[in-house]
């Protein structure tokens, strides 16, 4: 009876230790690019299958590889799940601290097309080079919306891919290449109407231009990942469907490979094995590709009935950092539409102390001071106008400041200094502010139309001077057609009304940004960045 009492109280045991079945419940910390989150049901299946669950916390691609580089994700991260790992791999410090990646699924960047335009074009008909795209970007016929490839795999891709067509070479991307294709380079970008920090919020925003839901000019198309064109098409969402243009000439494409860290335990490594063995069984893969609309990771599994039937030409993608940095830098400060960026920014009483301290380290972080891997691509660009309205009681005058493209750090300095005597006092008046803004915007876009434009909003309470937000959206209604599609991106900031604030955002084609705390305001302007 002893013996049999010991069998008994044994088997409890495993079984309420989870051994009895397998190994026990497993969570892994992973570092994602923000597409992902449509995997969620698929990882949901895996997770009952594998007892592995991923966390995943979302980060640009460029931001991530410096978070690896500089050591931040050992110790808080077992493995990292971007679109690419190629930037990652030119940065030593980052590429010595991963380990396996193993790739699940894929999707090339091409473009999307709104069918009428395709077919006055020829492009739903016959080859279309890269070369073709910047003809008629550059005359005016094809009007695009990118994701900023310092942000956004999907825009980094693009960038490399078209540098690449244009170069012709066959060849690495090298930065004499890059300097050659410099023209044409600004040819093709001559009609990139609409910027984003990430895939998801592109789709979105093309939607609201497609369906005049932000009173934005229409754009022709978007270059981005084949599976969010295919997604877009099935959604029900567009007034006509997008055509699947990939270009002849090449493409460059996602690997979403699932990329364990040195640092890992080995706990977190068996967990990984275990997952990415399951992910990659071709019911599983056949699932992704039903889900996600990507292409599979394995041999053997049809890609989506809608994609691309043609043979993908795959470009060379440049190993080396320096010619990555050349083309991220001549995109931002020589190639690209210039920005126009307003900051509304709070400076009631309700900003003094460590508030009004947080909102000048986030902007001066962006006038060059921070060396860093992000922070060289998130500063202040070359032709860029900076316009400030700092504002209590009521608007103060617009202070505009222009970075000169011969020598961008001493107008970068001068932003610096004007933030530094940002002062708190008085009460808050959000939306006569944002009017302001806004009258300032139809003299400035009058004069010199040919930019992307955007407001940003900071403030931590609720509007209590002035007009509030039904006047402000009659007011933007009445705006001309240069300036009522212009996005406010809010800061939902200490007490901002976060309703009235994602209101906003939604009014204007915007959207909002989160900020627990001063010293999370940094991370959060460096963010907006990709969306300016």
């Known amino acids: 009876m002893r013996r ?11 079984a309420a230790c989870g051994t009895a079945t397998g190994p026990p419940p497993l969570t892994l910390r992973v570092l994602a690019g923000s597409e992902l989150a449509d995997m969620a049901p698929v990882l949901d299946e895996a997770a009952e299958a594998t007892g592995v669950r991923l966390e995943l916390q979302y980060t640009g691609t460029l931001e991530g590889a410096d978070t690896v580089a500089a050591g931040r994700a050992d110790g808080t991260t077992d493995a990292l799940w971007f679109s690419s790992n190629r930037y990652l791999e030119t940065i030593p410090a980052a590429r010595d601290r991963v380990d396996t990646a193993t790739r699940i699924m894929g999707s090339p960047v091409v473009l999307g097309v709104r069918a009428e335009r395709a077919r006055e074009l020829g492009w739903d008909r016959a080859p279309v080079t890269w070369s073709q795209v910047a003809e008629a970007a550059s005359t005016g016929r094809f009007a695009f919306g990118m994701t900023d490839p310092s942000s956004s795999n999907s825009g980094f891709s693009a960038l490399v891919a078209v540098a690449a067509a244009l170069d012709g070479s066959g060849r690495v991307l090298d930065p004499a290449a890059v300097d050659r294709v410099t023209g044409p380079l600004a040819a093709f970008f001559a009609g990139q109407r609409l910027t984003s920090g990430s895939s998801g919020w592109l789709t979105d925003a093309y939607v609201r231009r497609a369906t005049g839901g932000d009173g934005g000019p229409p754009l022709d198309g978007v270059v981005t990942y084949e599976a969010s064109i295919l997604e877009l098409n099935r959604s029900g969402r567009l007034p ?114 460590t508030r009004i301290d947080g909102l000048r380290t986030a902007l001066i972080g962006l006038t060059g001071s921070d060396p860093s891997l992000t922070n060289q691509f998130r500063r202040f660009r070359s032709r860029e106008d900076v316009v400030f309205v700092p504002f209590s009681d009521a608007p103060g005058a617009p202070e505009p400041f222009s970075v000169d493209p011969a020598d961008p750090q001493p107008s970068r300095d001068a932003i610096a200094t004007r933030v530094r005597a940002l002062a708190a006092g008085g009460n808050t008046a959000v939306y006569g502010s944002l009017e302001a803004a806004y009258r300032y915007l139809d003299q400035a876009a009058a004069a010199d139309p040919d930019r992307l434009t955007t407001v940003v909003l900071l403030s931590d309470g609720e509007s209590n001077r002035g007009p509030r937000l039904p006047e402000f959206r009659a007011f933007l209604a ?22 009235e604030m994602e209101q906003l955002a939604a009014a ?6 989160a900020a627990s705390d001063p010293q999370a305001l940094d991370a959060v302007f460096r963010e907006i960045r990709g969306y300016q």
């Open 4 to 14: 049999a009492l010991l069998v008994v109280v044994a088997g409890l045991l495993l």
């Open 240 to 353: 006509e469907p997008l055509t699947l243009v990939v270009p002849s000439d090449g493409v460059v494409s996602a690997e979403y490979p699932l990329t364990l860290l040195r640092s890992a335990s080995p706990e977190a490594r068996a967990g990984l094995a275990r997952l990415t063995e399951h992910l990659r069984r071709p019911e599983v893969q056949q699932r992704i590709v039903e889900t996600t609309a990507r292409r599979a990771g394995v041999p053997g599994v049809a890609p989506p009935p809608e994609a691309a039937r043609t043979t993908l030409v795959e470009l060379p993608f440049p190993t080396d950092k320096a010619t990555l940095d050349a083309l991220l830098t001549t995109y931002l400060d020589r190639v690209r539409r210039p920005a126009r960026t307003v900051y509304v920014l709070d400076v009631s009483g309700s900003m003094q102390g």
């Open 478 to 499: 009445g705006r001309p057609p240069s300036t009522r599609g212009v996005p406010v991106f809010p800061i939902l900031f200490g007490e901002a009304a976060r309703g």
């Open 508 to 513: 204007t084609g915007g959207r909002t940004f």
